[in-house]
Every structure is written in C-alpha cells, then in structure tokens.
Nanobody
Framework: QVQLVESGGGLVQAGESLRLSCAAS????????MGWYRQAPGKQRELVAT???????NYADSVKGRFTISRDNAKNTVYLQMNSLKPEDTAVYYC???????????WGQGTQVTVSS
C-alpha cells in the first residue's frame, strides 16, 4: 500500500523559514510528478509546486522566488523549502505523488503550517 508521510510543519513568525519533507513508499512503480498543495480554511486546495522525476519544476505565482521544491529519487522523497514566509502561507500542506503508468494519484495526510504576523 502506497503511503506518503509528511513532516516539517509548524508555527513560525513572518519572514522565517520552514522545510517540509514527504517520504513516499509502497509502490512497485516509480513515482512520476511529485508536489505540494495547500488548503487554507474556507478555501479550495491549491497547487504550490510540482517537480518531475527529471527535476523540472513548476510553482504557483504566489510562492515564486520564496519556495523551492526538490526531490531525492533514490529515497522517493520530495522537499519544500519555504523562505520569507507570510501569514497568507498559513494552510495545511499536502504532499502529492503520481504514478502515470497506472494512472494513480496519492496524497499525504497533510501537515499544518502556521505563520504569525
């Protein structure tokens, strides 16, 4: 059974940094795109950043220049380095991983990030 386990969330002040990690396991197939999404209270889940197995990245405009996504394919782990955090970054952050060959998308349980002003 595929599992995505996130870690690294917490409470920080505006301007500070956090690093999220997500370790994926249980798949006999390689993970293709991996990424991070977030959902703030009362809002829909939105894309934060994605990264392909080859390292190509995509970011939401709201985080460009502040967040960096990376991955370690050998460890099936994706990271999100978040710098210059703002109160509007407060949300539950979810890890996402896709296995294209079987058309499956997997989600982590979410980790809370709270940024105080």
């Amino acid at each position: 059974q595929v599992q995505l386990v996130e870690s690294g969330g917490g409470l920080v002040q505006a301007g500070e940094s956090l690093r999220l990690s997500c370790a994926a396991s249980g798949s006999i197939f390689s993970f293709n795109d991996m990424g991070w999404y977030r959902q703030a209270p009362g809002k829909q889940r939105e894309l934060v950043a994605t990264i392909t197995s080859g390292g190509s990245t995509n970011y939401a405009d709201s985080v460009k220049g502040r967040f960096t996504i990376s991955r370690d394919n050998a460890k099936n782990t994706v990271y999100l380095q978040m710098n210059s955090l703002k109160p509007e970054d407060t949300a539950v952050y979810y890890c996402n991983a896709k296995v294209v060959i079987i058309q499956r998308t997997y989600w982590g349980q979410g980790t809370q990030v709270t940024v105080s002003s």
